[in-house]
C-alpha cells in the first residue's frame, strides 16, 4: 500500500467527520433562527404599534396647541363684539365668531379620533410585548436545550479539527497539497477507491498499467475524469 494511503484515508475520515458536525451545528442554527422569527415578528409588531402611537401622539400635541390659539382668538372674537357699536361691525363680528366655533369644533373632534388612536396603538403595543413575553417564556426551555447541543458541538468540532490536524501531518506535503486542493474544488470527498478497473466516483477505466502501479502501492493516481485521487482497494 502506498505510504500515504492510510493517513489520507484516516484524514478523509477525519473530514467527514468534521463536515457532519458542521452540519449539526448548522441544524441547531436553523432551528435557533426559527425561535428568532417567531419574536421578531411579534417584537416588529409592537414596535410598529408604538411608532405609530408616538406619531399620532405628535400630532395631537400639535392639534392641541392650535386648539389653545383658536380659544384665544375666540375670546378676543368675543371681546371685539362686545365692543362693537355698528350694526355692520356686529355682522361681521358674529361671522368671525361662527367661523372660529366651527373651527374649533371640527379640531375638537379630530383630537378626540387622535386621542382614541392612541389609546389603541397603545393597548396594541402592549398586547403584542405580552404575547412576546409569552413566547420567550415558552421558548426558553428550548433555547437553552440548543444552546446546551451548541456549545457540545463546538467542543466536538474543536476536537475534530485537531484530530484533523495531526492526521494531515502524517501526509506527505505533496500529496496532501493535492488532496486539499481537490476537496477545496469539490467541497465533499477528495479520495476514491477503484471499483474494478474503473473510478470509483465517475467510472471512467483507468489502464491497466496505471491500476498495476496503484495496486503495487507506489502511486496515488489523479482519475482523467472526475479528478479525484484514486487508489487501489485491495
Ligand atoms: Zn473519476
Known amino acids: 500500500m502506498h505510504p500515504d494511503l492510510v493517513a489520507l484515508l484516516a484524514l478523509q ?23 428568532d422569527r417567531e419574536r421578531a415578528v411579534l417584537g416588529d409588531a409592537a414596535e410598529r404599534a408604538r411608532a405609530s402611537a408616538d406619531a399620532e401622539e405628535r400630532k395631537r400635541r400639535d392639534l392641541a396647541l392650535k386648539v389653545q390659539e383658536h380659544k384665544a382668538l375666540q375670546d378676543r372674537n368675543l371681546a371685539a363684539l362686545d365692543a362693537v357699536r355698528k350694526a355692520r361691525e356686529a355682522t361681521a363680528a358674529l361671522a368671525q365668531i361662527d367661523l372660529t366655533r366651527r373651527v374649533l369644533a ?3 373632534s379630530d383630537l378626540q379620533a387622535l386621542s382614541a388612536r392612541i389609546t389603541d396603538l397603545r393597548q396594541s403595543a402592549e398586547l403584542h410585548e405580552l404575547e412576546l413575553a409569552e413566547v420567550d417564556k415558552r421558548q426558553q426551555p428550548e433555547r437553552a436545550a440548543l444552546a446546551e447541543r451548541r456549545s457540545a458541538l463546538e467542543q466536538e468540532h474543536a476536537a475534530a479539527l485537531e484530530k484533523r490536524a495531526a492526521t494531515a501531518r502524517r501526509v506527505s506535503r505533496d500529496v496532501l497539497a493535492k488532496y486539499e486542493r481537490i476537496r477545496g474544488r469539490q467541497k465533499t470527498r477528495a479520495l476514491y477507491a477503484l471499483t474494478g478497473a474503473a473510478c470509483g466516483r465517475c467510472n471512467t477505466a483507468i489502464p491497466l498499467q496505471r491500476r498495476n502501479v496503484m495496486a503495487a502501492g507506489r502511486s496515488i493516481e489523479v482519475c482523467e475524469g472526475c479528478g479525484v485521487l484514486l487508489y487501489a482497494s485491495a
Open 13 to 35: 475520515d477525519d473530514d467527514s467527520a468534521i463536515v457532519e458536525i458542521e452540519a449539526r451545528i448548522r441544524e441547531v442554527d436553523e432551528q435557533l433562527h426559527v425561535l
Open 106 to 108: 371640527q379640531e375638537e
